[in-house]
């Protein structure tokens, strides 16, 4: 059980999933702020209390307008929330699909749980409570496959710049000019075509236009 939650959402329609989630799960104590340095502010008041949040429950994007925001995104708020207190639990609930994006969230900023906004995300949340509460990590069961096809294979720097190049339109057989120009290595044509048929093998693709697909479709590029 959660005695005291916070959550950053500026859409009143996700709000009410959230809302519905915490009654269900019994949590009656719950504050919500619209945007991100309101956030920052209760978090740093509560502390000064002696009141402290042990739930924090953010979307990633909140949408610009006439405030003027210091903390821009839901990724900036759970960096600066952590600096104040490194031990509350935190909760994304956001419509990101990206399974590198919704990867590193949990590598780099240590979310406890990650839920997608979509159908039966109020059963969704109230698992990612449940899961929490018993220590564990939750993500959402739609994205779990997303999550494992970009723990597949590990994109290092180079194969990075290697098919962000395609993207951008620029042919394999061009590709060398780009690298020496750019006075990266190798950059031979032969170790730019080895590179890209090892990753269209260990991925099982047969074309650099599928290769390209799926790094846009996980977040790579």
Do not use: W
């Not at 990650?114 to 698992?127: G, H, I, M, T």
């Not at 409570?129 to 096809?149: C, D, G, H, M, P």
């Not at 723990?151 to 620029?170: P, Q, T």
Request: net charge negative; aromatic share 8%.
């Amino acid at each position: 059980m959660f005695k005291r939650v916070l959550i950053a959402e500026d859409h009143e329609s996700s709000n009410i999933s959230i809302r519905k989630a915490l009654e269900d799960f019994g949590c009656l104590n719950n504050d919500y702020v619209y945007y991100c340095d309101d956030a920052h502010k209760r978090v740093t008041q509560a502390i000064k209390t002696s009141d402290e949040y042990d739930l924090l429950i953010t979307d990633l994007s909140f949408e610009e307008d006439e405030v003027p925001q210091k903390i821009g995104s839901g990724t900036e708020l759970i960096k600066a929330v952590r600096e104040l207190q490194p031990n509350i639990k935190v909760i994304v609930f956001s419509a990101e699909s990206k399974g590198a994006i919704i990867d590193n969230l949990f590598k780099d900023l240590n979310i406890n749980a990650f839920v997608r906004k979509a159908r039966r995300d109020v059963s969704e949340l109230n698992q990612a409570f449940e899961a929490i509460s018993n220590q564990k990590t939750y993500l959402s069961t739609a994205l779990r496959s997303s999550i494992q096809y970009s723990n597949a294979y590990e994109f290092k720097e180079f194969d990075i710049i290697l098919i962000s190049l395609l993207s951008n339109g620029v042919l394999q057989k061009d590709i060398p000019n780009h690298l020496q120009i750019n006075k990266i290595k190798p950059s031979g044509l032969s170790s730019v075509e080895k590179r890209l048929n090892y990753m269209k093998e260990v991925l099982n693709f047969t074309n650099n236009e599928q290769l390209i697909a799926f790094c846009k479709d996980i977040g790579v590029i």
